[in-house]
């Protein structure tokens, strides 16, 4: 098993986090999960409103409910409203839900 396949057993520091979850915002598609786009219609919340937040914002926490980190970032959509991501890395970027 290559380094890179192995899950890690503790979360990245915030700061990690963060320059991780930009590099694949920004490099490799952004996948959304079924509840993820539910939210969004919801909420109203664009792709352009995730990405801001996701390039702006900030981790704050992270948990590990099943195999993989959660890290929950507080941004703001294009308009400067308050809102978070939940996001999972697991080689790509994974939207689990977002909160406004």
Not at 37 to 56: E, G
Request: glycine letters at 4%; aromatic letters at 4%; proline letters at 5%.
């Amino acid at each position: 098993m290559k380094k890179e396949d192995r899950l890690p057993d503790r979360p990245l520091s915030p700061r990690h986090a963060i320059e991780r979850i930009r590099l694949l915002e920004r490099d490799v598609e952004l996948v959304l999960t079924r509840h993820a786009r539910q939210r969004m219609a919801q909420r109203k919340l664009s792709r352009r409103d995730i990405r801001h937040c996701l390039k702006y914002g900030r981790v704050v926490e992270h948990s590990k409910p099943f195999r993989l980190w959660r890290y929950k970032v507080d941004g703001s959509t294009i308009d400067g409203e308050p809102m978070s991501c939940v996001v999972e890395i697991n080689g790509k970027l994974i939207l689990i839900t977002v909160i406004r």
